[in-house]
């Protein structure tokens, strides 16, 4: 599996016990209870996290994920979510028992290998948060779970070209400065014909920006820096030379933030958004799956 690139030079990178060196640069990089630290510069970009788990966005960078997956206000849609990737991947499989590999891109706590991992025998985990890789650690081995999980800066990937049959990205790049270069990036290391799987709130339509206007202070808590419709993400994942396979509006609900969650923490209100948005509001959806050919 040598698809391991170093970050500066792209050269293949050797891994020895307490590091991973690069055979063209020699730069060095530390591995963390076996993360590797695949950035370019280790201790700025740990600098850089601290500062923003001191900062307003505390939650976005250390609260539980597998909490808010398993038993969150949201967590009938987030099922519905999950129950349609699973449909996505098996489709993309055309009857193979497994995929040679997979990447789940922004991994989180790593709630979503708890799922993945038997869909390929090579899954592959990267976030840019070593807390939170640390605690996808924890998890995989207590389910005795096989991914390898790396820290890494999804404009600089640190993975050869054309490695994975599938890219799982989901809710990460409503994050990012540079979602463009993200995209390229994630085409680069698709095979021929690959799949990249991207979720990402659909905040761009009228009702959730409607919800932000009323209580803008949650939008200073979200992270958030980019806020799409299908149309526009659609746009630029064609402008980074993706093919748009299918699109996918999920998850319907009150557009208040303050009430929306107390609402559909019951399963029965959850699936009687879900009916009545996708008859009478398609575009308002709370969520979009798009997924994307190379």
Same mark, same amino acid.
């Given at each position: 599996?040598?698809?391991?690139?170093?970050?500066?030079?792209?050269?293949?990178?050797v891994t020895e016990k307490n590091a991973m060196i690069c055979n063209q640069c020699n730069h060095e990089y530390p591995?963390?209870?076996?993360?590797?630290?695949?950035?370019?510069?280790?201790?700025?970009?740990?600098?850089?996290?601290?500062?923003?788990?001191?900062?307003?966005?505390?939650?976005?960078?250390?609260?539980?994920?597998?909490?808010?997956?398993?038993?969150?206000?949201?967590?009938?849609?987030?099922?519905?979510?999950?129950?349609?990737?699973?449909?996505i991947i098996e489709s993309h499989m055309k009857g193979n028992n497994q995929l040679e590999n997979i990447l789940d891109?922004?991994?989180?706590?790593?709630?979503?290998?708890?799922?993945?991992?038997?869909?390929?025998?090579?899954?592959?985990?990267?976030?840019?948060?070593?807390?939170?890789?640390?605690?996808? /650690?924890? $998890?995989? @081995?207590?389910? #005795?779970?096989? !991914? *390898?999980?790396?820290?890494?800066?999804?404009?600089? =990937? %640190?993975?050869?070209?054309?490695?994975?049959?599938?890219?799982?990205?989901?809710?990460?790049?409503?994050?990012?400065?540079?979602?463009?270069?993200?995209?390229?990036?994630?085409?680069?290391?698709?095979?021929?014909?690959?799949?990249?799987?991207?979720?990402?709130?659909?905040?761009?339509?009228?009702?959730?920006?409607?919800?932000?206007?009323?209580?803008?202070?949650?939008?200073?808590?979200?992270?958030?820096?980019?806020?799409?419709?299908?149309?526009?993400? /659609?746009? $630029?994942? @064609?402008?980074? #030379?993706?093919? !748009? *396979?299918?699109?996918?509006?999920?998850?319907?609900? =009150? %557009?208040?933030?303050?009430?929306?969650?107390?609402?559909?923490?019951?399963?029965?209100?959850?699936?009687?958004?879900?009916?009545?948005?996708?008859?009478?509001?398609?575009?308002?959806?709370?969520?979009?799956?798009?997924?994307?050919?190379?």
């Amino acid at each position: 599996m040598d698809i391991l690139l170093c970050p500066n030079c792209r050269s293949f990178l050797v891994t020895e016990k307490n590091a991973m060196i690069c055979n063209q640069c020699n730069h060095e990089y530390p591995v963390h209870d076996d993360i590797g630290i695949l950035v370019p510069n280790a201790n700025e970009h740990l600098k850089y996290i601290q500062s923003k788990i001191d900062g307003k966005t505390k939650d976005w960078y250390v609260s539980n994920q597998i909490e808010s997956y398993d038993k969150g206000s949201y967590r009938h849609h987030i099922l519905k979510r999950i129950q349609f990737v699973k449909s996505i991947i098996e489709s993309h499989m055309k009857g193979n028992n497994q995929l040679e590999n997979i990447l789940d891109l922004g991994c989180g706590d790593g709630a979503n290998l708890r799922w993945l991992s038997k869909y390929t025998p090579n899954l592959w985990a990267t976030d840019y948060n070593l807390d939170r890789l640390e605690k996808a /650690s924890k $998890l995989v @081995q207590q389910l #005795g779970v096989n !991914v *390898k999980l790396y820290l890494a800066d999804i404009r600089c =990937l %640190p993975f050869a070209n054309e490695s994975f049959d599938i890219v799982f990205f989901n809710h990460v790049i409503e994050h990012l400065d540079d979602d463009f270069l993200a995209l390229q990036n994630i085409y680069r290391t698709l095979k021929n014909k690959g799949l990249l799987i991207l979720g990402t709130p659909n905040e761009g339509a009228l009702a959730w920006r409607f919800a932000y206007a009323v209580e803008p202070r949650v939008k200073k808590r979200t992270d958030h820096l980019n806020f799409y419709t299908a149309k526009s993400i /659609s746009a $630029l994942a @064609q402008k980074a #030379g993706f093919k !748009v *396979k299918q699109i996918e509006f999920m998850g319907w609900g =009150l %557009p208040v933030w303050s009430i929306d969650p107390l609402i559909r923490k019951y399963k029965i209100m959850d699936d009687i958004f879900e009916f009545v948005g996708k008859k009478i509001a398609k575009n308002q959806a709370t969520s979009l799956y798009i997924m994307l050919e190379k």
